[in-house]
């Protein structure tokens, strides 16, 4: 599946970005669907994924501030974020895990979060 991110830019600390992933086929059945993030240095981490039971998993450094939803109607799969921190300035990817018929990872190409303090 193909995913496109958008939403990203640049936003005071204490701001608020909605980002959006449209997958290119229905989302019906992948099984889990999210966002990562990157900032320069770092490694790739999770941010917050759903499953399609909407089984959310959420990183500890944004609970609270974040929020995942997945709508299996539109193909979509966004990413609400609250009161930012300069630390949230990362490459923010969607992510998408299919199970059948075979295992297989999407990305996307990942859309900047820039919070200024």
């Known amino acids: 599946v193909q995913l496109q991110a958008s939403g990203g830019g640049l936003v005071q600390a204490g701001g608020s970005l909605r980002l959006s992933c449209a997958a290119s086929k229905s989302i019906h059945g992948i099984y889990k669907m999210g966002w990562y993030r990157q900032a320069p240095g770092n490694q790739r981490e999770l941010v917050a994924t759903i499953t399609n039971n909407y089984n959310i998993d959420i990183a500890e450094s944004v609970r609270g501030r974040c929020a995942v939803t997945r709508d299996n109607a539109k193909n979509t799969v966004d990413l609400q974020m609250d009161r930012l921190k300069p630390g949230d300035t990362a490459i923010y990817y969607c992510?998408?895990?299919?199970?059948?018929?075979?295992?297989?990872?999407?990305w996307g190409q990942g859309t900047q979060v820039t919070v200024s303090s």
């Open positions: 992510y998408a895990l299919q199970l059948l018929p075979l295992q297989e990872e999407s």
